[in-house]
């Protein structure tokens, strides 16, 4: 446990950790501390004036809070009519030049200053000339839209883009009343974090052009989950809504806080992977290329293993780690090889060094741990003599180009079960569906040897049946996550002693990995 | 019977109201003077010929919805969703999109009132912020021939005319 | 048997059966004006053909039609579909039976032969009537069981229940009538209300039997299942109770057997206590001896009240709103002309009748005529009291029924008898 120093909050006695400034460390007693332009990640600016706070011991009458370490036996005032006048008057001064486009803009019921202004302005507005006009539904490249009316100058999105992605192609321009954030001329944002901005923006003038009016921040069910998009495991929000006489439908994906993984950030290409859960989905169970009932592909499934002479089953890098452990019980049971083969997962040099990975695959290091050859040469190897291939959700038309995948298939029944429509479905003999990650539940051991959980966040009009399940009508063992988990602790030594049923937030870190823990 | 028992007290135990015959008789002789009071002319019954005799529909009625529009005809709705929030009945079912008539920058692409779900409280007229969505058109009645034909599109919502001028509107408490 | 035998055979049956069946239409066009009229409202006025809405009774044409015509259900969970079936039938044809052994107008003497007005000449009289009204709740107890659904259920329960708590104090006052009249036969009761009491009060049971009287009508009502005694269909707490799951003619039975029951119980109070067919201070004789004068009385009458009647249709019959060219003005024209010609043809028959075949069998058939009109007239009346009981009083809470049934009644009608035999005893 970190140290704890003791200190006064309005007179009143509280234990708070040492080393950090007031806002973080009231914040994790819950205690509020209002605040535009402090970020835990991005650090203190102070320009915002929000977060100022009394200290009784002879300082200045104010302090931002922001800038201001805890220290035993402080006396820190939150209350006093005076803190409660600066914050009113500097909700006023902002709302100046505020533009009235709650009902318009994305931001509205997420907006700190819709929030601030019920919590300590609540006045009406005592202006009486008009507002200074500046830019809306600027282009600031990478799918953010800025408008420069709503903007509260609080600069997060420039200290952004100056310590984070250190590419800093944003900054603040002029003085006064004509300040305003905005690129360089032809220099829009070119980074592959840039949609994070839209995030970090206290208020809607950064919006995102993919969520841009599709829907209202209350109507989203916030759901935690951990992004597929790479091996990194990055934690996330999923924002999902199911409308009225509509489907349960994913809106966007935001990061969610997990120091020891992503800290506050994810990158665009995994915000769009949400694309890939709505979009393009396998729906209908297909034998031999015409429609069939679950039951019947269920059927042709179980027939083709049992009259198969020798069957391979090619595990998907994405599956959770559970999955994968029912699926090579399944294998030993019809006594098949078990390969991992997915090269194609991997874009080699696409990776950086702060959350992008190579690996496209999120679950990748757990081949390793239940001892799954994800080379090629073992599935060759595997395949040879084989006559039926049973791949779980792993897509081979990304790991082999389309000829080398119609001459494995000429003397080899292809069986996918999948969760989208690929090319290797649309040639297999029979495709079943199956729950994708964001409609199921599972463990996943990130590139750093991090072992996190997620739990179903949408649940479909007509849900697809899990692969664990999948399995099991196969004639699998193992019916649920339960029975995955507890054979799992049995199987493999490193996961002996953890509980995977009560996987913390931050995740079990199973090897000490040399990678550092990312500095949010 | 663990429950606590309330005795109430019974009005009418005097025996003149106890022989109830008598009151029934009262209670006779009150409907009996209407029946013959109708029955002799019946000018004066408290009826309205519907159809043909239409209500008087005041301003503050809550009829039909419709959507209204600037000066300009650019219709005012900026999709902002408050009605389809305070929807009690959800009934309100809006799609919003780019603008493209040249103000600010949102305004639905569909906006369905299905009417058979709706239970015409005036919540959505309420939390309009832009006046957009109004009862005002004095249209009671709505009749249709299968479900479909309930439900109120965008173009039919902006087709609709008010009933009554702004004066009687305003006057009206909106 | 002569030919005259059997014509008359066949009136009286025809009148025993058709005239309630009329009746049907009228008292639900009675209870539909009559509870709007109640209620200040306007009551059936749209229904019409061509036209023509007969003062509402077209509705019931429109509702006869749709109740033929709905689609004849009978649920999938009911096992006894037969007794299902039957129940409507046996409230229904209960009701119309009852009827039968009511005096319509004194016996006509034909020839010297005398010819009970009755569709059913038998001396049973007022036993056949407690008979079959005690049978007629089979119909709906059996409706309730066979619905197989617990408001059906409750509602055959609560009908049964209220049929044996008043039936004892109907029972009873009648039996005290009995003692009055010395006789069962309904005829002969009849023909005892056409005496005069102190030689100026006609010898109604009424005024004979006050107490009687009223405990019969309140125990008459609830036999009927009527407002306030209407548990059996408690549409607030059983939904509809007995008939629930009845739809169609099935329900039209239903819904028929109860104004046929109404019809008849009217009569039979009617004929108990308030003369029968009886015309107050004219027996049979009387008219028969002053069949000329009558005749001239009624040929001066029936213009006059004509007349009113055309005043009062002129009056009522039009449209309360601006409309160019009034239909209804134009239809109480036409009816107003229509009434004249039945009084023209009426007077017409009266005088051939005058200057003809007045005297002998004709004075007689006349008077039967007279009497026939005076039992209906006053059986419409007592319809009509139940059609004002029903908007006027509030349903009965269950204990309350049962208490008013086997606390107040009960006792009153055992009082009644002791005093009634006393006096009866003491004064012969």
């Known amino acids: ?325 029912a699926a090579q019980q399944f294998a030993a049971a019809i006594n098949a090889p078990v390969s991992g083969y997915s090269d194609g997962y991997v874009k080699a040099g696409d990776g950086d060094d702060f959350l992008i990975k190579d690996d496209k695959s999120a679950n990748r290091a ?155 | 019977m663990s429950g606590k028992v309330k005795i109430m007290e019974r009005k009418g135990k005097d025996l003149y109201e106890r022989l109830y015959l008598v009151e029934v008789f009262k209670g006779m002789a009150v409907t009996f003077g209407h029946f013959i009071s109708n029955f002799l002319d019946n000018s004066k019954l408290y009826v309205r010929h519907y159809p043909e005799q239409k209500p008087e529909i005041t301003a503050r009625w809550r009829g039909r919805h419709r959507l209204t529009k600037h000066e300009d005809g650019t219709m005012k709705c900026v999709a902002c969703f408050m009605c389809q929030t305070n929807c009690p009945a959800k009934c309100i079912m809006i799609e919003a999109g780019e603008r493209v008539d040249g103000r600010t920058e949102k305004m639905p692409v569909r906006f369905d009132i299905d009417l058979l779900e709706c239970i015409y409280c005036g919540y959505c007229v309420e939390a309009c912020p832009m006046d957009a969505i109004r009862m005002d058109t004095g249209i009671f009645a709505v009749t249709g021939s299968d479900r479909q034909s309930f439900v109120m599109g965008l173009d039919a919502l902006l087709a609709t005319p008010g009933a009554f001028t702004e004066e009687e509107y305003k006057k009206g408490g909106a | 048997m002569s030919q005259l035998d059997i014509l008359l055979l066949v009136l009286r049956v025809a009148f025993g059966a058709f005239v309630p069946l009329c009746f049907i239409a009228v008292l639900v066009w009675m209870e539909r004006r009559g509870a709007a009229f109640f209620q200040d409202r306007s009551g059936p006025n749209r229904a019409n053909i061509c036209g023509f809405r007969a003062g509402g009774l077209v509705q019931n044409l429109a509702d006869a039609v749709k109740l033929i015509t709905k689609e004849d259900i009978i649920p999938d969970h009911i096992k006894h579909k037969f007794y299902f079936v039957l129940a409507p039938v046996i409230v229904f044809c209960i009701a119309l039976v009852s009827f039968a052994a009511v005096p319509f107008a004194d016996a006509l003497i034909i020839n010297g032969k005398e010819y009970l007005m009755q569709a059913i000449p038998t001396d049973l009289g007022i036993l056949w009537f407690l008979a079959l009204a005690g049978f007629a709740v089979y119909g709906i107890i059996l409706a309730g069981w066979s619905s197989h659904n617990k408001y059906g259920v409750l509602g055959g329960l609560r009908a049964a229940a209220q049929v044996i708590s008043y039936e004892i104090p109907m029972g009873l006052a009648i039996i005290s009538a009995l003692v009055v009249y010395g006789t069962v036969n309904l005829t002969e009761i009849a023909q005892y209300q056409g005496q005069l009491l102190f030689g100026f009060i006609p010898m109604w049971g009424v005024v004979l039997q006050p107490l009687g009287a009223i405990i019969f009508i309140v125990a008459a009502f609830a036999e009927a299942n009527r407002t306030p005694f209407d548990l059996a269909e408690g549409e607030s707490e059983l939904v509809a109770g007995f008939h629930v799951e009845y739809s169609s003619m099935k329900f039209g039975m239903f819904f028929m057997g109860e ?122 009346l007592m319809c009509f009291v139940y059609v004002w009981v029903r908007w006027t009083l509030p349903r009965f809470r269950y204990d309350q029924l049962q208490k008013l049934g086997w606390q107040t009644l009960l006792p009153l009608s055992l009082l009644n008898i002791f005093v009634t035999s006393a006096i009866v005893v003491a004064l012969s």
Request: include cysteine.
């Open chain 3, 259 to 380: 104004y046929v029951a109404m019809f008849t119980s009217s009569a039979i109070i009617v004929t108990l206590y308030f003369g029968g067919y009886q015309i107050p201070w004219f027996s049979t004789e009387t008219l028969v001896n002053n069949a000329r004068a009558i005749t001239v009385l009624l040929m001066l009458l029936t213009p006059a009240f004509a007349w009113v009647f055309a005043l009062w249709m002129a009056k009522n019959n039009k449209s309360h709103y601006d409309r160019p060219n009034d239909p209804r003005v134009r239809e109480a024209q036409i009816y107003t002309k229509i009434l004249w010609g039945v009084v023209a043809a009426l007077e017409i028959v009266l005088f051939i009748y005058l200057i003809t075949v007045s005297g002998g069998v004709a004075d007689r058939i006349l008077v039967t005529l007279l009497q026939i009109v005076t039992f209906l007239v006053k059986t419409t």
């Open chain 1, 1 to 325: 446990m970190a140290e704890k120093v003791k200190l006064f909050v309005n007179g009143q006695e509280v234990e708070v950790e040492a080393g950090k400034n007031l806002i973080d460390a009231f914040g994790a007693i819950g205690i509020e501390i209002p605040h535009l332009c402090y970020h835990p990640a991005l650090g203190a600016d102070g320009n915002c004036r929000m977060c100022l706070v009394g200290i009784e011991d002879g300082r200045p009458p104010l302090v931002p809070a922001c800038k201001t370490k805890v220290a035993e036996g402080m006396k820190v005032q939150l209350d006093a009519e005076k803190i409660k006048k600066i914050q009113r008057d500097i909700m006023e001064l902002e709302l100046i030049n505020h533009p009235i486009d709650c009902p318009i803009c994305d931001q509205a019921g997420e907006c700190k200053l819709q929030d601030y202004y019920m919590k300590y302005d609540g006045q009406p507005s005592r202006m009486t000339v008009k507002p200074v006009l500046k830019a809306k539904k600027m282009d600031f490249g990478c799918g953010v839209v800025h408008d420069q009316e709503r903007c509260v100058l609080c600069a997060r999105c420039v200290r952004f883009t100056r310590l984070i992605t250190k590419t800093g192609e944003l900054g603040i321009v002029n003085r006064t009343d004509a300040a305003r954030v905005n690129i360089f001329p032809g220099r829009p944002l070119n980074n592959r974090y840039a949609l994070n901005v839209v995030d970090l923006c206290p208020v809607g003038a950064m919006t995102s052009r993919d969520f841009r009016f599709k829907q209202r921040a209350w109507f989203l069910t916030k759901s935690p989950s951990i992004c597929h998009g790479c091996s990194k495991g990055c934690n996330i929000f999923i924002d999902h809504n199911r409308e009225k006489y509509k489907d349960d439908v994913i809106y966007r994906y935001r990061p969610r806080l997990n120091e020891k993984v992503n800290g506050y950030f994810m990158c665009d290409e995994g915000r769009m992977t949400y694309k890939l859960e709505n979009d393009n989905r396998l729906g209908t169970p297909r034998v031999n290329g015409r429609e069939a009932g679950f039951d019947e592909a269920i059927e042709s499934v179980r027939r083709a293993v049992s009259e198969a002479k020798k069957a391979v089953v090619l595990i998907s890098p994405n599956a959770s780690l559970e999955q994968m452990f």
């Open chain 1, 366 to 520: 757990s081949f390793a741990l239940l001892g799954i050859d994800d080379s090629k040469t073992a599935f060759e190897a595997a395949l040879n003599g084989a006559d039926l291939l049973l791949s779980f959700d792993n897509d081979l038309s990304r790991s082999l180009s389309g000829d080398a995948l119609t001459q494995l298939l000429a003397d080899t029944k292809l069986i996918m079960v999948a969760s989208s429509q690929t090319d290797c479905v649309a040639k297999a003999a029979v495709a079943v569906p199956v729950a994708s990650y964001s409609e199921d539940a599972g463990s996943l051991v990130n590139c750093d040897g991090r072992l996190q959980s997620y739990e179903v966040a949408v649940v479909k009009n007509q849900p697809a049946k899990s692969l664990i399940e999948v399995l099991h009508l196969c004639g699998g063992e193992i019916k649920s996550n339960q029975e995955a988990r507890a054979g799992l602790q049995a199987a493999v030594a490193v996961l002996k002693d953890i509980d995977l049923e009560q996987i913390p937030a931050e995740g079990i870190a199973l090897t000490e990995s040399e990678v550092a823990h990312v500095a949010a």
